[in-house]
């Protein structure tokens, strides 16, 4: 019974910690990628060493929008259902472009491609969150 009971009180500590992290989300990054993208295949691994890695507050969710094949649509859905972002995610068909947006409420703030500089990057992404 004692392990039902603190089971139970960590399960509501993660829940409500769960929540309040989801609350702290400022701006939503949806990356529109593929893997036959020249573009993505040549900066990819860049945007999640230089760029993402370096936002860890929680104020950006970065959701990938694959667009590779059906089944890296498929698996990206949840989470961009999750997130609110599926009508902006259906109409980006451009991939190597970061499409960055208001998590509140769901609006577009700006788009900037990978190709671009992490520090050019990282400025839109901080100018997005100043304006969330």
Same mark, same amino acid.
């Given at each position: 019974m004692k392990n039902l009971k603190t089971f139970i009180t960590i399960l509501a500590l993660f829940i409500g910690a769960s929540a309040f992290a989801q609350d702290k989300t400022k701006v939503i990054a949806l990356v529109t990628k593929a893997n036959w993208c020249p573009t993505c295949k040549a900066n990819g691994e860049r945007m999640g060493k230089e760029v993402f890695s370096?936002? +860890? /507050?929680? $104020?950006?969710?970065?959701?990938a929008n694959d667009l590779t094949d059906d089944t890296?649509?498929?698996t990206c859905k949840q989470a961009i259902e999750e997130?609110?972002?599926?009508k902006i995610a259906e109409s980006s068909t451009s991939t190597g472009i970061i499409t960055l947006i208001d998590a509140k409420t769901k609006?577009?703030?700006?788009?900037?491609?990978?190709? +671009? /500089?992490? $520090?050019?990057?990282?400025?839109?992404?901080d100018e997005s969150l100043k304006k969330a």
């Open positions: 370096t936002y +860890k /507050t929680g $104020e950006l969710k970065v959701v890296s649509k498929k997130t609110g972002v599926a609006k577009v703030i700006t788009t900037i491609s990978v190709a +671009k /500089t992490s $520090e050019e990057i990282k400025a839109a992404i």
